[in-house]
Structures are given as structure tokens and as C-alpha cells.
């Protein structure tokens, strides 16, 4: 199956440093617009994992994915990111990246924060054909902050910083600390979509666990509410916060359908 998808990794610089994205086209194409990929709190594009390859076979369309600064194999920063470093994402970084590899139209897929984000750069940008959100948070509930805090003392046993080092080398302190001292501060408490959401006017899919431990149902009822286009919510029994991990083959058949309604 490899064989039949073109891998590329490109580098797109900025004053701010470097970006890591890495780009799966299939070799036989139904869709050119790409569908691109935004990380979680925690993310980076290696640890999609084969999820990029399996969409690129099953939607038959290029798969974009890449590491926000701080991550994965993109250049290192000090300092965390401000309380406004969501919407800064869809203003600074992507259209950035987006320039970089001359991308028109495209789809967004964002998991966990990374949904933030792709409400936030479809609400700037008309060229986003359609978003889907992957238990994507739409405000702070006491179940984001419960979850937060559980993580960060998971973090604290024996063996478990070591996973971080995998996928982050020497950022994977940053990483963490990243995560966790920006959403448990008071002043990200007042953070919702709900001063961008409304300008969103392409078509949504919000994808969620009934089982999510960082938020509940109210996220994509939120977010399917809000928009000013057509919405829907996939709601996944028995399942958390990693839907494309945990039932990726019910999130397949949920893209393929998305994807289909937007090509009609």
C-alpha cells in the first residue's frame, strides 16, 4: 500500500523558526484539495502514526500534517504560548504554511485543541472547503481541568516523561509544561469558539467519545449550534478522547461520507 503514496517532508521556514510538515499523495487522486491535520495538546505528525496513510487510501486525496513550533521535529521555543495562542495559529502559522506549499482549497481535521484551531482558521478563511473536529474542546468545563490535572501527575510516574522524549526529544518538558500551565491558569479560564464560531460557514463534522475524560457532549453540540453552516455531530459510544485511535473505522466511514457531501 506504501508504495502507491508519494511521502514528503518539507521545512517551511519562518523568523520564528522551523516547521516540519510531512505530505502523503496517493497516485491516483479522486480529490485535490488535502486534507490537513492539527494536533492535540500533546501531539506531533509522527504520532498520527499510520492514520495519514490509511486516510490518503481511503478518501483518495493528499494528507498534510504538521508540527506546530515547540513539537515533534519543528524548532524548539521557550517560552509557553500565550493565552491567545489559538487564534494565533490561524493567523500566524498557517497561513504561513499554507503559502509555503501554494494549498487553494483543502479540508481541516483537527483533534482535541487542534479542532480549536481548525474552527479558528475556518472562521479567517473562505477557501476551507469543510472542518472536522475530533474531540475538539469548545470551552473550559471542570471535566477539562479534571483531566488536565489527572495527566499531569500520570507524568510524574516512573517511565511516563519517556514517551514524551520519543516523539519530542528535549522539548518534550516544554511540551508538557505547555499543556498543562496554559490551560490550568486563571487567566485562559474565559477561552471559548464562541468569538469566532459564528463566521465558520462551511460544512462540519464534529466527531466526539461519549467516554471523553477532557470534556463532554456539550463540546460538539456547541460547535454544531454555532456555526453558520451545515453541522453534524458523530457521537461514539464506548470511546474517549482518541476516536480516530479507538474507532478508526467508524471515523473512516464518517470522513468518507463528509467528504463526498462537500464534492457534491
Known sequence: MSDLIKVEEIAVKLAQGSIYVKRWTPQLTAFKSPLILLHDSLGCVGLW???????????????????????????ARDEIPSIDFITEEASRYFPAIKKHLSIQGYVLLGHSVGGGMAINIASRDSNCEGVVTVSAQAFIETITLKGIAD??????????????HKWHGVKANWVLDAWVNRWLSKEFQ??????????????????????DEYGSVAFPQFIVKNTSGRAQILLLKNCGHMPHKEQTEAVLIALKE??????S
Not at 151 to 164: D, N, S, V, W, Y
Open 49 to 75: 502514526k499510520d492514520f495519514p496513510v490509511t486516510l490518503a487510501t481511503s478518501l483518495s486525496r493528499p494528507i498534510i500534517a504538521y508540527d506546530r513550533l515547540g513539537f515533534g521535529e519543528s524548532s
Open 151 to 164: 495527566a499531569k501527575h500520570i507524568f510524574t510516574l516512573p517511565g511516563q516523561m519517556e514517551r514524551l
Open 190 to 211: 474565559p477561552w471559548s469558539l464562541k468569538p469566532c464560531i459564528g463566521n465558520v460557514h462551511c460544512a462540519v463534522l464534529a466527531i466526539h467519545g461519549e467516554n
Open 258 to 263: 463528509f467528504c463526498k457531501t462537500l464534492s
